[in-house]
């Protein structure tokens, strides 16, 4: 699912981590990512080196995704124990 971020306005992507987490992935694939989106029924997993299927999904093409919070401009608001999915608009 997309949406934007409510401290720095850019656009994400709502996945969930393999621990089924809400995770805020940047909107755009990067060659820097480090996860891959897997579709789980109806939920899109991000995956990452350690998973099974991570180095085959790479090697097939598969595009990398970086999480926002690295790359946020405001992740430093962020970090003051505040829960993450309050800092994103759906």
């Known amino acids: 699912m997309k949406?934007?971020?409510k401290l720095c306005d850019e656009p994400i992507f709502?996945?969930?981590a393999a621990t089924g987490?809400?995770?805020p992935l940047d909107a755009e694939t990067s060659a820097g990512g480090t996860l891959v989106l897997v579709r789980r029924g109806e939920d899109h997993i991000a995956i990452g080196p350690r998973d099974p299927d991570y180095a085959r999904l790479v090697g097939e093409g598969a595009r990398l995704r970086v999480p926002h919070?690295?790359?946020c401009t405001k992740a430093d608001q962020r970090r003051?124990?505040?829960n993450h999915r309050d800092l994103f608009s759906e």
């Open 3 to 5: 949406s934007r971020c």
């Open 14 to 16: 709502w996945a969930r």
């Open 21 to 23: 987490k809400a995770l």
């Open 69 to 71: 919070s690295m790359t």
């Open 80 to 82: 003051g124990g505040q």
